[in-house]
């Protein structure tokens, strides 16, 4: 606590209001059921396309995250970035995922959707054909082990 607002309140009843909030409507197994179904059906839509090998939803079920496993870093960072663009082209903003209380199965089944349009409507080489240099650039260059996999050699 800062001693320049430790007469204030509000933070410590907003903090008090929340945890109550938690506790009554068991927020933090609702979370975990509903990242669970979103990965399990994520998951199920990108098995039988041609993204099966090569991209899947996984982390814990609080924070899914994609998970791609192609050899060539540049090659993931290909496979993300084009995915995420195309999941934004559909309305859907998903670099990673926060499952908060207020998602639903409503929720899950617009993601699963807009993803079966988009291996619907697109082909392998729709990814592996982004040029290096549209790849989205590190912030902190120092701390981003895969940079000097794709420096400006290439």
Known sequence: LSQTHSSESMGIAAAMATCKFYLKNNVETHIANIGSLLKNRVNAVL???FLSSKIR???LNQNPTWLTTLEDDVDNLRLRSWLIKKMMDEKILVSWFTITH???SRHIKLTCNALQK????SQESDYISIPVDQLPQPVFRKFQHWRSSYSENH
């Not at 988009?118 to 409507?121: A, L, V």
């Open 102 to 104: 207020c998602h639903t």
């Open 47 to 49: 098995e039988n396309s």
């Open 118 to 121: 988009i291996i619907e409507s």
């Open 57 to 59: 939803l996984g982390g």
